[in-house]
């Protein structure tokens, strides 16, 4: 392989990596809240356990890095992994079908989740790409749906107030979360 092959492949390499490590740099810091019942979701003890629906109010339990896994800003239906303020990752066991937890130390395949746009409080998916837009605290009001990888929704048990699952076929209530960026 002659010289200028070989600076020509690591450079190409580096450009790579930095593309890579650029994508998990761009993300957001959100809290979660049921639009039925409004609780927040929790990472309790700030990640390493469970995943909860059970507190009125968002602190740093409640707080999560939305990291977006093809970097830019953020679209309807990317994938995202959600790290928990002790640096843990969310996870749907078994990539959906069971519980979520907050106690995995990487983003895999049960630990990303595509983060749907809804069309409001009550609203239903929204159809097609388009840029979830950032608002700054409370100024904005944006709800989400987050989609397992094996196509489940997340939802919080009875709209609120205890455990948070990954085990709907279908959207509804339980599965809708506003939105508030930090």
Request: glycine share 18%; hydrophobic share 40%.
């Amino acid at each position: 392989m002659s010289t200028s092959v070989f600076r020509s492949s690591i450079a190409g390499l580096v450009v790579a990596l930095l593309a890579g490590r650029a994508a998990l740099a761009d993300d957001r810091t959100m809290s979660f809240q049921t639009s039925d019942r409004g609780a927040f979701l929790t990472a309790r003890s700030g990640g390493g356990s469970d995943l909860y629906a059970n507190k009125f109010g968002p602190g740093e339990w409640e707080t999560f890095r939305v990291i977006d896994l093809n970097g830019g800003k953020l679209q309807n239906f990317d994938r995202v992994c959600l790290r928990t303020s002790n640096g843990h990752f969310v996870v749907a066991e078994m990539g959906g079908g069971r519980e979520v937890k907050a106690n995995r130390g990487a983003c895999g395949p049960w630990e990303t989740f595509r983060i749907v746009l809804l069309s409001g409080p009550g609203g239903f998916p929204v159809t097609g790409a388009g840029e979830i837009p950032a608002f700054s605290g409370f100024a904005g009001v944006l709800h989400v749906g987050l989609q397992a990888s094996d196509g489940s929704w997340v939802t919080a048990e009875g709209g609120g107030g205890g455990n948070v699952n990954a085990n709907r076929p279908a959207f509804g209530r339980w599965e809708r979360f506003r939105v508030f960026y930090h």
